[in-house]
Nanobody
Framework: QVQLVESGGGLVQPGGSLRLSCVASRIWFKLYVMGWYRQASGKQRELVATITGGGTTNYADSVKGRFTISRDNAENTVYLQMNGLKSEDSAVYYC?????????WGQGTQVTVSS
């Protein structure tokens, strides 16, 4: 069974940084487009960033220039470096793996930006 396990969430002050990690198991990792999505309380889940196996990235406009997605195909891990965090970045962040008609989600990790 495919597993995506996120870590690295927590409480941070505005302007601070966090690094999220997601370790995937039981998938051919390098073939999958890996992504980070987030869902704030009372809102729909939204795309944050994606990265292909070859390293092509895509970002939501709201995080461009502040967040960086990367992956280590040897370690089956995708990262999200978040800098310059704002209160509106507070949400549960989910790791996603997508390939053709297959899609998998992690359990989510809470990020709270507050002073």
């Amino acid at each position: 069974q495919v597993q995506l396990v996120e870590s690295g969430g927590g409480l941070v002050q505005p302007g601070g940084s966090l690094r999220l990690s997601c370790v995937a198991s039981r998938i051919w990792f390098k073939l999958y487009v890996m992504g980070w999505y987030r869902q704030a309380s009372g809102k729909q889940r939204e795309l944050v960033a994606t990265i292909t196996g070859g390293g092509t990235t895509n970002y939501a406009d709201s995080v461009k220039g502040r967040f960086t997605i990367s992956r280590d195909n040897a370690e089956n891990t995708v990262y999200l470096q978040m800098n310059g965090l704002k209160s509106e970045d507070s949400a549960v962040y989910y790791c996603n793996a997508a390939l053709s008609n297959s899609q998998y989600w992690g359990q989510g990790t809470q990020v709270t930006v507050s002073s």
